[in-house]
């Protein structure tokens, strides 16, 4: 696995339990990372863990909440090395009408979205910095960061603060070498949203798509790959939209 882009190098993805944080995982695995896939979950972690070495990678699990400054600071201890790439891929939906969403329900998206991917960029920033190495940095964010919908207030929040918090890091990390990225995908069908999708409204939703189709993981791939290999070392502080021309679409 010598001549893989990514021969040599640690990664870490959050959220690695299922959907993209697994893919993401697996597709880094592929091109030759050591991974190592942190949740809340450990029992999906070590299958998921499982199923990546058998097929030839390198992958390990790594208990962590990232909500949580405590939690995020003794996972990163516990490995005793820096991570060269970080793939902040924590999130959840928080899904309801403004006027219905509760205190607690929107806390619990702010601190995900946003706080836990500051305190996991942090966290591996520092390491980084302290032995004088660079490193790359992708923060899962949204075209609903970018442009909103009904009864996502939280989360489109969220989104967006999490795309100017990476220009915000880009700009401090850059003379450090630690590159920062946003990743930004459109609807991309999951286990999770593959019932909704099939619906009536949901084909409406796929009607006013440019390519009018979902976006498959896959179609992630090559967007990740460019920022976190040597493809992308001059690229910091960038917003990448893949979205199957979702946002450019007419009102």
């Given at each position: 696995?010598?001549?893989?882009?990514?021969s040599?190098?640690?990664?870490?993805?959050?959220g690695?339990?299922?959907?993209?944080?697994l893919?993401?995982?697996?597709?880094?695995?592929?091109?030759?990372?050591?991974?190592?896939?942190?949740?809340r979950r450990?029992?999906k972690?070590?299958?998921?863990?499982?199923?990546?070495?058998a097929?030839?990678?390198?992958?390990?699990?790594?208990?962590?909440?990232?909500?949580?400054?405590?939690?995020?600071?003794?996972?990163?201890?516990?490995?005793?090395?820096?991570?060269?790439?970080?793939?902040?891929?924590?999130?959840?939906?928080g899904?309801?009408?403004?006027?219905?969403?509760?205190?607690?329900e929107?806390?619990?998206?702010?601190?995900?979205?946003?706080?836990?991917?500051?305190?996991?960029?942090?966290?591996?920033?520092?390491?980084?910095?302290?032995?004088?190495?660079?490193?790359?940095?992708?923060?899962?964010?949204s075209?609903?960061?970018?442009?909103?919908?009904?009864?996502v207030?939280?989360?489109?929040?969220?989104?967006?603060?999490?795309?100017h918090?990476?220009?915000?890091?880009?700009?401090?990390?850059?003379?450090?070498?630690?590159?920062?990225?946003?990743?930004?995908?459109?609807?991309?069908?999951?286990?999770?949203?593959?019932?909704?999708?099939?619906t009536?409204?949901?084909?409406?939703?796929?009607?006013?798509?440019?390519?009018?189709?979902?976006?498959?993981?896959?179609?992630?791939?090559?967007?990740?790959?460019?920022?976190?290999?040597?493809?992308?070392t001059?690229?910091?502080?960038?917003?990448?939209?893949?979205d199957?021309?979702?946002?450019?679409?007419?009102?």
């Amino acid at each position: 696995m010598t001549d893989l882009p990514l021969s040599g190098r640690t990664a870490l993805i959050t959220g690695a339990s299922g959907g993209l944080g697994l893919h993401f995982a697996r597709l880094l695995a592929r091109n030759g990372a050591d991974v190592t896939l942190a949740a809340r979950r450990m029992e999906k972690i070590k299958a998921a863990c499982e199923e990546i070495t058998a097929s030839g990678g390198m992958a390990h699990g790594l208990e962590m909440d990232v909500s949580d400054a405590a939690s995020v600071t003794k996972a990163l201890a516990s490995v005793g090395r820096p991570f060269d790439i970080l793939v902040n891929n924590a999130g959840i939906s928080g899904a309801g009408r403004a006027l219905d969403i509760s205190e607690a329900e929107f806390d619990a998206v702010m601190e995900t979205n946003l706080k836990g991917a500051f305190l996991v960029a942090q966290g591996v920033a520092r390491a980084l910095k302290a032995v004088g190495r660079g490193g790359a940095i992708v923060n899962v964010a949204s075209i609903l960061g970018l442009r909103t919908g009904g009864g996502v207030s939280a989360y489109s929040a969220s989104k967006a603060g999490l795309i100017h918090l990476t220009k915000a890091l880009a700009l401090e990390f850059a003379r450090d070498d630690i590159r920062v990225n946003a990743l930004c995908p459109g609807y991309i069908e999951t286990d999770i949203n593959r019932e909704f999708f099939a619906t009536e409204p949901g084909q409406a939703l796929i009607r006013r798509i440019p390519q009018r189709r979902l976006g498959r993981p896959e179609d992630l791939d090559g967007a990740l790959l460019l920022l976190v290999t040597d493809a992308g070392t001059y690229i910091t502080g960038t917003v990448l939209v893949a979205d199957g021309g979702h946002l450019v679409s007419s009102l």
